[in-house]
């Protein structure tokens, strides 16, 4: 059975105040495990609504899933982590991840080296975050005698990859092996099937190298389509999915491959409060946890879960 206390829910970047502070409250009154905010092409920032979220929550997993590797560089991000988890004692999850196109070339970043650049990112503020002096010659970044003075009670801030291709995916499971991240986070629009092969993958390698499992985490974002006529709410993604060229590429599809109802299906939760929870329940005994849910008007889908769980 589902458990409000196995879900996040997925915050927007558009909401106000006002809203922020209701849903936190909503959130932490109804023990839900987490709120999870993410980088929408230049709305807002998710860190700093991550770091509202940790002064108005006292028990609420504050999540920033994800936070690309270009926007900044690595000594300034561990900064803003360590500050972002001194704010909400300890409950902050970062995700590094790539980011994607055409996004970034919008933005002025010339992506290269991607995983590289991932590896670089997370020894140089891991080690900061530790209070080690980190010199490091990397492909993309690289320090020398860095020290992060003066931080104490972040060395341990769960650092995680979003990673779902099979390069990144083995590079995230070496570097679970040593220790350096814990766990990756599943991208939506993953079926349960490759959410299942990703964390034998990662849990394997880590415990081969002598991590205990429980260390590892493995949250999802997941797409809910709470809809009592589930093949309506499914055609509207897949057609939403068709003329996207950012959902084709997340489910790496080229651009001929046919968006299938089918192929949708299996990627979200979709329907009746039921059949949205039986859904959920898949990947949670696939080995994901928390469930991060992911809808337009998170609010309205709180409501309608609210009758299964």
Not at 31 to 41: A, G, I, K, P, R
Request: aromatic letters at 4%; glycine letters at 6%; proline letters at 5%.
């Amino acid at each position: 059975m589902v458990r409000r206390s196995d879900l996040g829910v997925h915050l927007p970047a558009t909401i106000d105040r006002a809203a922020l502070a209701a849903a936190i409250r909503r959130l932490e009154d109804e023990q839900y495990h987490s709120v999870w905010f993410t980088e929408t092409d230049l709305v807002r920032d998710p860190i700093v609504h991550a770091a509202a979220a940790s002064v108005l929550s006292k028990s609420l997993v504050v999540g920033v899933g994800l936070v690309n590797v270009w926007r900044q560089l690595p000594a300034s991000l561990a900064t803003t982590v360590a500050n972002v988890s001194a704010l909400a004692a300890g409950r902050h999850w970062v995700v590094l991840g790539p980011w994607h196109e055409p996004a970034a070339t919008y933005a002025g970043v010339r992506r290269h080296h991607l995983i590289d650049a991932m590896r670089d990112t997370t020894i140089i503020v891991r080690g900061l975050l530790r209070g080690e002096t980190v010199t490091h010659a990397g492909r993309v970044y690289a320090v020398d005698d860095l020290a992060m003075p003066g931080r104490t009670g972040v060395a341990e801030v769960p650092l995680l990859w979003g990673a779902n291709g099979p390069r990144m995916v083995a590079a995230a499971a070496e570097l679970a092996a040593t220790g350096l991240i814990d766990g990756v986070m599943i991208n939506y629009l993953t079926p349960v099937e490759r959410v299942r092969e990703i964390i034998e993958l990662v849990t394997s390698a880590a415990t081969a190298a002598g991590r205990e499992p429980g260390t590892l985490k493995f949250p999802i974002a997941l797409i809910v389509l709470a809809d009592d006529d589930q093949h309506r709410a499914v055609e509207q993604m897949r057609s939403l999915i068709e003329s996207t060229a950012v959902l084709r590429a997340e489910m790496h599809l080229s651009p001929e491959a046919a968006v299938t109802y089918d192929l949708v299906e299996a990627r979200v939760a979709a329907g009746s409060a039921t059949q949205c929870s039986a859904r959920i329940q898949k990947y949670l005994d696939a080995g994901a946890w928390p469930i991060a849910l992911y809808n337009r008007e998170p609010q309205t889908l709180m409501d309608r879960l609210s009758e299964s769980l």
